[in-house]
């Protein structure tokens, strides 16, 4: 009698406990939580990923110092796959199967994010605030996706007509590189040229790593161009709009996305970028200075990185910050369901990015506007604002 209670009492042990294991949260510990990324420390956009990781990391320290989350530490494992596609799908199966992260942030490249939604997405993995505005970061289920600002797309087709008003622009064409990433920044611009009534008038395709741009670039030239619309790696849209003046090129204007809005390209020496525009989701921190907030935001970063804050800082900071919000909101019982009713609460001002943020039920997207900046004397200046949630 007392061996078959001794069973029973064994049996119901164990369903208990594989019940319980069952239902454990991936990465989260009563002491822990796990946070994952997987981006581009080394390839042709690393410059807008090693200072996010820097203020990420900067901002998960501050919190770890303080005790934490609901009494969780943040772990923050980082991986590299420099721009390529196979080592992204490496990256992630190491950071969900092996390091069994709980969520990721800040995840870089359109064709990397894609790759990895195969893999996140069975684990409830959310993808937080990831370094790519494309639309497909909130395509299909977006139940564990959380973009950060305005698509790629949107951005063009409002950089394209803004442009268009102010330049008299007629003739619109484009250079990108041929990937999910570039065509939709082709799409956009191409759809918005023909909304107007403009004519499109050439495109030229790229691959990641061409430096030589004087033949695309003579291309375009004799197909009068007034506007091009670009989606290169940074140090190509460096190079183009380069080879474009020294070409004697003077009557066209070069667009970019928040691919293009980088504090690199703006900081070119002998003013080989002035006068380039772009559309993005953000505003530059360098002209605001005078916000004590911002001030004191890029002061902290670079005495901790050693290194004056760029757009990277920015992007990091604000994807940091809505991951934390969301683990705070999300309560002490942290689990994939909790999380996603956390971030779905949010609603705050992102000072240092200067724009509204905000997520529901419905909208996975923080940010909504569209903001248009130049390179004059170095820095990156707003002239123009879209909101396209009152223009509809």
């Given at each position: ?28 510990t009563d002491t822990e939580v796990v946070i994952g990324s997987n981006g581009d420390l080394s390839g042709i956009f690393a410059s807008f990923n090693v200072g996010a990781i820097k203020a990420a990391q900067q901002l998960f320290d501050e919190v770890n110092e303080k005790g934490g989350i609901h009494g969780r ?152 161009c007034d506007i091009v619309a670009t989606a290169l790696g940074v140090r190509q849209t460096i190079i183009a709009y380069g080879t474009s003046k020294k070409l004697g090129w003077d009557d066209v204007t070069f667009i970019g996305s928040s691919a293009a809005f980088n504090t690199a390209v703006a900081k070119v ?124």
């Amino acid at each position: 009698m007392k061996r078959k209670a001794m069973k029973s009492i064994l049996a119901m042990g164990l369903a208990a406990g594989l019940a319980s294991a069952a239902h454990a949260t991936q990465g989260v510990t009563d002491t822990e939580v796990v946070i994952g990324s997987n981006g581009d420390l080394s390839g042709i956009f690393a410059s807008f990923n090693v200072g996010a990781i820097k203020a990420a990391q900067q901002l998960f320290d501050e919190v770890n110092e303080k005790g934490g989350i609901h009494g969780r530490k943040i772990r923050f494992v980082v991986e590299d796959h420099g721009y390529q596609v196979p080592k992204a799908v490496q990256n992630f199966n190491k950071l969900i199967n092996s390091d069994k992260v709980f969520a990721m942030v800040l995840n870089l490249g359109t064709p990397h994010n894609i790759a990895g939604f195969k893999m996140m997405e069975p684990k409830q993995v959310a993808n937080i605030g990831p370094l790519t505005a494309a639309r497909q970061m909130l395509e299909g289920d977006t139940t564990y996706k959380y973009a950060g600002f305005s698509s790629y797309y949107d951005q063009l087709r409002a950089g394209v007509k803004y442009l268009a008003e102010e330049k008299g622009a007629e003739n619109v064409c484009s250079m990108y590189i041929p990937s999910d990433f570039g065509l939709e920044i082709y799409e956009g611009a191409k759809e918005e040229a023909e909304e107007l009534g403009l004519t499109w008038a050439a495109e030229t395709t790229h691959k990641p790593d061409e430096q030589d741009f004087v033949g695309s670039i003579q291309k375009l030239k004799d197909a009068g161009c007034d506007i091009v619309a670009t989606a290169l790696g940074v140090r190509q849209t460096i190079i183009a709009y380069g080879t474009s003046k020294k070409l004697g090129w003077d009557d066209v204007t070069f667009i970019g996305s928040s691919a293009a809005f980088n504090t690199a390209v703006a900081k070119v020496p002998e003013g080989v970028t002035e006068g380039f525009y772009a559309a993005a989701g953000w505003v530059d921190h360098e002209a605001r200075m005078d916000v004590p907030e911002v001030k004191e935001w890029a002061e902290a970063y670079e005495a901790k990185a050693g290194e004056p804050a760029g757009t990277a800082a920015i992007l990091g900071y604000g994807a940091a910050k809505s991951l934390v919000m969301g683990l705070e909101a999300a309560g002490p019982e942290l689990t994939a369901e909790s999380f996603q009713k956390g971030m779905e609460s949010l609603e705050f001002e992102d000072v240092i990015a200067d724009v509204p943020i905000k997520y529901g039920p419905d909208d996975h997207q923080g940010g909504d506007l569209i903001i248009i900046s130049k390179i004059e004397n170095g820095q990156w200046v707003e002239v123009g604002r879209v909101d396209p949630t009152k223009s509809q």
